[in-house]
């Protein structure tokens, strides 16, 4: 947190040695995606999630200091994620704490492994959504629009918000398939 | 991946609720505790949740698309770093602000300062603090840069048939979604390939426009938006109504770019007839019988002819008895006395409304009075399940849930339920001594009456308050009077309109037994919050139905020949994708596959073996014996609506009876099977007698690697100069092929 003031004695054009490298920021751009999924298989809920990989991300900013080059960006990124989600749920630990300890210590294991792939799945991911049904597609776009959710949609269309629902996951289960699909082709080929 | 969904049936709704943010704590322990146990599907979990995130983190946080471009993609990198470092550098240059150096970060200030319309703002006061600038960037996207992107950008969509492979095509044509209130009218108006269409369409089209299966949604909000929307017409005339569902699933085709399977062989659709109607597997007989015929309109005389035979009667009565009071045997319900009464129905050409009324305001003695057995089956616990059941199978409607609190998907409060439950108030089941001619015996027979009595019925909200209903349904009242048998009335109250529940529930039902799939999924859960796959179609057939006199043969009519229930059961490459079992509306391309009921498995069993009953002496015999084989598969749940499973479809018990059940040995044994005795009795050519069993058991000829098996076996007897010995390994060969195509997938399927 003291890095900072170190920054405010410089005048001038900032020398960019003052700040992180160029390949911390490269990393950091890259990884944000992997990070955001680390935080959201653990709290459950893409709003707080953002809070946490907020929090995660002023202290990667704060802390750019202590990273090694050279290391594993993304495990020390992870490490700093873990525990602001630790911090979280402590602070919100009677309102919306949603999953027991045991369950974020295994999920978080797993989601690592799985995060590995997460440019090849992004890839598929959006071959699949262009082998959607116009109308699955067009639903899931307006669905995942900033600042919509599944309620405020179903209102819009005028629909049941519970046929929504059931729409939306149909389609999610058949990207996850698709996806799946894909990547299975990848790797075969 | 899809087991993980079979072995926890919840756990794909938990999840959605979990993406909508609905999900409650207990819903979450659910997760917890199936996540943590089962590696599975925590594996399901993180991928489910990882196409929830990108697809949040693409369409909602980054940029407008997820772009399969790597390009684009490392472009947009890019440009992401290059804020990332101007805002660096600017850091640099500002004077510190205390708050981030105490780490009291405000974070919720900054989630709302990520909407577009303020980003700006936020940046100007928040220069000072880089990360979480850097997040409103990274929330907000690239997108609150270009303005013209700032109202709800809508994709517009390729031409319909044209199958989209540019993601830049999608990407391109961005359109203000001013001018197109819904999904459906977009695409109608595409459909029509006249993009400057106004979006009212002019009447005239609308009822070409208005069916398809991939809008279904949208559809049928355009159908209850819209009051002044004609309702499907009533039709009488048969080929009308024929040609009404081949238009109507066709289009669904064309709306969904789905290439339907050509039409299935004769074979193939004469087994499936005879398993859909008379209930059993065809006999080789019967087979050759249909496909010798020459004529034009063989498939109506075939379909005419089983309509019109004991069987249809017997399998209907059979399907829906099970509906009704289930297969579990209750010691004061009378299945058979139930299945009479039904059969008895269907071969005077009762009504369908009528049987419904019969089934609600039965009085008497069960084992007298068939239809009695609905309610006495279900009048325990305060007449709940006897609620639940008429709203599930007669009504098509889900509202046992509402019995404690409202309904959670649609306006069904738990007045109603009670409203529906307080019909049933006086009904009640009373033991009554009865004389026997044997004057020194008595027995208790027990009947279903009506109590006079009158008032409300009472029941408790979740807060503990003591509520009154007093029986009404659909907007009617009836009087509480003790003298008046609301029973009578609410079966009044069921048949009347043009398109009632009850038919609607009746055709929904029906269809699916044809097509392994209904227009609803589930099919008993019709409602607003679940629209049907082929709205008009639906509504098409329900009123026709209705306007028919609830005719039940000619529904099956109508439905058995038609086009679609033409079609072969193989998918094609190019409707694979319309698979309802992954939750999808059906798009009926091709025949869903349907497993044999345990009824259809041992009445064809029965009849391979060539001990099919005849008279009506060996039908008792044939159902008492069926009636306590199927008990072997089915187990009653202890629930508040008299819930059962059946371990039959696709599980190990049904496996194990298949490869050494008792039943299979006499099927194929020589010393029961009559069958299997005539062939090895029977002097003709040996292949034949091969191609026979192949004929009488799969309803097909065989196939040619399955003729050079048979060869081969021949060739083993022809050493043979005993004739005794060449008699016996004949049979063990006969038996061993019998056997193996009864356990074959495609004998247990109906397809």
Partial sequence: MTDFPDDKTTTGTPERS???????????????????????????????????????NVVIWSKWKDFEPGTNYIAWVYRIASFEIMKFRQKNKRSRVYFDDEFIKTVAKSVEQIGEKSEARRVALSKCLNKLKPADRELIQQRYEPGVSGKSLAEKLGRPVNSVYQSLGRIRRALLECVERELAAVARS | MKEILQKYPRFSRLLDQLCEQSLDQKGADEISRIVKNDPAARDYYIRYLDIHSTLHWDLAISDANPTENKQEQLQNNTRLKQLVESFVAEAALEPINSSLTTGE????????????????????????????????????????????????????QNQPGEVVTSDIATSDELVSNDSSPSPGDKQNSERMAEPDLPPKLPDIKWEQQSNPISTAQADSKKETSEPGSPSAPQLIDDRQIVEVINQRIKQGWIDQSITPSPVADDHEWCRRVYLDLAGRIPTATELSHFLNDERTGRERRLVDRLLESPEFAMSWATRWTNLLVGRSPNKHVDRLALLKYLRHSITENAPWSLVVSDLISAQGDPKKNGPANFLVAHLNNQAVPATAFVARTLLGTQIQCAQCHRHPF??????????????????????????????????????????????????????????????????????????????????????????????????????????????????????????????????????????????????????????????????????????????????FSHMYFKPLSPEQLYNSLVEISGNYPHSSDDWNRHLENRESWVLQFVESLDNDENGESNHFQGTITQALMMMNGELINRTISP?????????????????????????????????????????????????????????????????????????????????
């Fill in chain 1, 18 to 56: 003052d700040g992180p490298g160029a390949e911390f920021i490269d990393q950091f751009v890259a990884t944000q995606r992997r990070i955001y999924l680390f935080i959201l298989a653990q709290v459950g809920n893409p709003d707080l999630a953002e809070e946490v990989l907020q929090n995660t």
């Fill in chain 2, 105 to 156: 970060l405000d974070t919720s200030e900054f989630v709302s300062s990520s909407r577009p319309s303020s980003s700006y703002s936020s940046r100007k006061t928040a220069g000072t603090l880089v990360a979480a600038l850097l997040l409103t960037f990274m929330v907000s996207g690239f997108w609150a840069l270009s303005p013209a992107k700032q109202h709800d950008p809508v994709v517009k």
């Fill in chain 2, 410 to 587: 649609y306006e069904t409060t738990q007045r109603q339920f009670w409203e529906l439950n307080s019909f049933f108030k006086q009904a009640k089941v009373v033991a009554a001594p009865q004389m026997t001619t044997d004057a020194n015996q008595q027995q208790t027979a027990y009947l279903l009456t009506d109590q006079p009595v009158g008032g409300p019925t009472y029941y408790e909200t979740r807060s503990g308050l003591m509520q009154v209903a007093y029986p009404r349904f659909n907007g009617h009242k009836v009087s509480d009077d003790k003298t008046v048998i609301r029973r009578q009335e609410l079966a009044k109250l069921l048949v009347e309109g043009d398109d009632p529940l009850i038919a609607q529930s009746f055709v929904n039902r029906t269809w699916s037994h044809f097509f392994g799939y209904g227009f609803t999924l589930p099919i008993d859960d019709i409602g607003p919050h679940n629209p049907p796959s082929h709205p008009k179609l639906f509504e098409t057939l329900s009123r026709s139905f209705v306007a028919s006199g609830y005719d039940i043969k000619r529904l099956v009519r109508w439905i058995c020949l038609s086009r679609p229930y033409r079609l072969s059961s193989h998918p094609l490459p190019e409707n694979r994708q319309d698979t309802p079992q992954w939750g999808d509306p059906p798009a």
């Fill in chain 2, 671 to 751: 010393d029961s099977s009559r069958f299997t005795a005539s062939l090895i009795g029977h002097t003709g050519s040996d292949l034949k007698k091969f191609e026979t069993v192949c004929l009488a058991i799969l309803s097909r000829e065989p196939k040619p690697g399955e003729i050079v098996l048979f060869r081969k076996m021949i060739h083993q007897l022809k050493g043979l100069n005993n004739p005794v010995e060449r008699r016996r390994l004949l049979a063990g060969q006969l038996e061993d092929v019998m056997w193996a195509y009864l356990n074959s997938s495609e004998f247990i399927i109906n397809h």
